[in-house]
């Protein structure tokens, strides 16, 4: 073969090689090189690469550090026995010249075998901080938070951030020592075993390295009883009464852990001394046989139920009612519960103090549409088409410009996305999937309140959108939203489906910044291999211009970014006159701080800390501080920056649309049911707990779910949104608190508990519902809608507190049983104390109980 022949050959063999290994390792890497384009599209790479690879660089870090260590002991070992053996004749056995040749390599230095070891233990005692790497990034970058616990006056960051990964470092040191240790001794040992029978003995360098990892695993068994302190404070041993230690662990545990800490420390030195002196046996054998004792007395229980038999169940609330006043503090204060203002209500029988509230705004806010019935109705009157769907009705409140004036009113709504698995069957193609059908189309807002005698008020409706109330939208397009849906390829040469019009479907192309450029074979083939599907690298649809839109539920968008919080289940829409977003709540927790009770043995600290803004056109992730003050935000701040910004720099236009989430508020109430009695001794006999107010859904008692209303609650001059909670006494129907949290302006937050007293008897809702149900006049006008062609549906109860008087508001509904199922408000029930009316609206419904009230006032005073 000629030489430029050879030389091409080799040449192009040379490429295909590398365009074959180039192929395999993109296969191999698909998942991390689309994870790295993914984050760049978000502007997020280099939050990616640290989270890559922090873990892997504290492995590093730990395992170097470890190695270092036990190399230095190895090293030092070999040094210290170098000078101390005889030389091995042909005469000596081979057990004893394979000894030698043991001991020979580890003497001449062999690195090879220093490394080999030192590296197994070091990778034995690293791995869990591999594991636990995001709890080492907590003790590198937590802080101090200025609280106290109220046991060990330590502060509240110690148990957050630094606790967790020292007991993790300290039981896993301590295994490796005595790995070491164990190593070394027999490395000594058989030395010793080449020498004379009469010197054999390990030598005094031998004997001091060993002394001195003796004094080093018994430091860190030290510390292990030190951290065994702090464990006390996370004890359940009181349950169902309080959380934390209590007079047993304080008074009995707590000085028998410092008892066999000063044992353990005696035995410890004076066994180093015995083996090096050969003297002290009494102390070594005294202070072990105490050191024993100690340990069966501390971990069998018969003392702690002497104690809390004998001392403690006599006089019980005495004696654990400074523990239980930890408890309670330490709980509040985990929750975010340790500023709840509360407010005694003292309700009137008959409506006086609400005289006139029909013409004012309240009546416009109450919301009798239900927003869990409200998505069928959006879907069969604002559909437009059966792949269009309305996931989720949320509620929230906008300024809404009617008749030449502004009006604060509490509304429901909800994004049109699109739902491509609605397509027709014959229609499920993946060009349509992929290219054409990529997009949904604004959003519906309807006031939270109507009547049966007006049809429905649409603030926004119609595709493209429509509204009389001035509610403009530069770009209302929806790419990313509550819907499971797969990648799509935007804009292509097909043409994407924009909306549908009766003679025609308007087509559109996408011109937002969201997913990844993807033009290039190399990134085609790159998404083929990633989402197993060919048809991405041979499509000729595709421009200069595609992106490839993926991870496009918000929900599971988020999460994919930050893992480590705890999201509201409920993700909410805000209309801007920008364009339509997404704003998720999201919480910090930790099960770490002390004393505190376990949510659902899940966490014992949460703050909602994060909104999340996600842009339903570009996709954008922008992750907002909504609480500065909480430690483990400060420590993600540090951790990684440039991921969250201040609550600050969010626009205007969605921080009025900001709320207290549900969720978190429901957390917080749970706890709260138990933890509002603060006097101990009331705490401890459990008389005043509360429970969420029940209701009859069907034929079952059902637990309330906090809702938001819009009321004069925190202040009479001004309306707020809020989250709302009624609850009653555990065990009984009886109302005893309304609890309400802030969600505007400088109320954001605020936490008012409107507390009635036993003697004020307020019905609760199942008792309401019962006596709708016993109301004769009631039954027999609602029998009629009970016809075969509909269906009747009582509605979500929603409690109304007005001035001093409690009113209960049930819609009824009628819905359709064709194949439409649209539902009808048909009529609105309200009670006041024992007086149930039904009309066909709030304002006439109001005025028919005043009426009765009245007339009943007479009577009382007649």
Known sequence: MKPWKRRLFFSVAAIVCLCIVSILLCMISADLVVDLFWFDSLNYESYFWMRLLYRYAIFAAATLLFFSIFFFNFRIASRFSKTVLPSVSKTDSKVKRAYRALIDKFQAGSIKLYMLFSLV???????????????????????????????????IGYYLFSFPIYNVIQRRSLIAFLILLLLLAIIYWLQ??????????????????LAALIIIVSLIQSWGYILQRYSLLYTNNHQPYFSGPGFVEIEVALPLIWLELILFLIFAFSFIFFINKRKGIKILLVSAACFII???IRYYSFLPNMVEKYIVKPGKTAKERPFIKNSIKSTLAAYGLDNVETRILSTDLF????????????????????????????????????????????VDRYTVEQFHHQAYQQVNLSLRELNPVDLPSSALTWENLHLRYTHGKGAVITPAAQSKDESMIWFLYDMPPKSDYRFNIEQPDIYYGLVHSSYVLSPNDTGEVDYPKLEADVFSDYEGRGGVPCASLFKKFLFSVYFKDKRIFFTTKTNDKSRILFRRNIKNR????????????????????????????????SSMYPCAELYNDQFNYIRNS???????????????????????????????????KSLDMMPSELKEHIRYPVDFFETQMSIYAKYHQ???????????????????????????????????????DKFDFLLFLPMSSRGRDNLRSMVIAGCDGNNYGKIINYSFSKKDGVPGPARVNALINQNAAISSRLAPYSRISSKMIRGRMIILPIGNTIFYIQPVYLQDIDRFKILHLKQIIMSQGEVVVMESSLEKAFQELEKISASSISRESG
Not at 138 to 151: C, E, K, L, P, Q
Not at 195 to 206: N, V
Not at 696 to 716: E, F, S
Request: charged share 20%; with cysteine.
């Open 351 to 394: 409506p006086q103090s609400a005289k006139g509230f029909a013409a004012g705004p309240i009546l416009d806010n109450i919301p009798v549409w239900d927003k869990d019935l409200l998505g069928g109705v959006y879907k069969q009157l604002q559909g437009i088409r059966p792949y269009y769907a309305f996931t989720e009705v949320s």
């Open 610 to 644: 994060v909104k999340i803004v996600v842009d339903a056109y570009n996709g954008s992730v922008t992750y907002y501080i909504a609480y500065p003050d909480d430690p483990i935000i400060q420590a993600y701040q540090r951790m990684y920056p440039g991921l969250l």
């Open 192 to 209: 010793s075993r080449l020498l004379p029978k009469e010197k054999r003995r390990i030598p005094t360098e031998g004997k001091i390295h």
């Open 121 to 155: 233990i070091a990778l034995f005692a690293a791995y869990p901080l591999f594991r636990r790497w995001e709890d080492a990034l907590f003790y590198i970058f937590g802080s101090n938070t200025g609280m106290r616990d109220a046991v060990f006056n330590k502060d």
């Open 558 to 589: 988020i999460k994919y970014i930050t893992p480590y919080f705890l999201m509201d289940k409920e993700p909410y829409p805000a209309v801007t006159s920008k364009g339509l977003f997404w704003i998720q709540d999201a919480c910090t927790i």
């Open 678 to 716: 603060a006097d101990p001794e009331l705490f401890f006999r459990q008389e005043n707990i509360w429970d969420f107010a029940k209701t009859i859904k069907g034929q079952k008692d059902v637990r309330m779910k906090p809702y938001y209303l819009t009321l004069n609650l925190i202040n009479p």
């Open 294 to 296: 100690i340990a069966g």
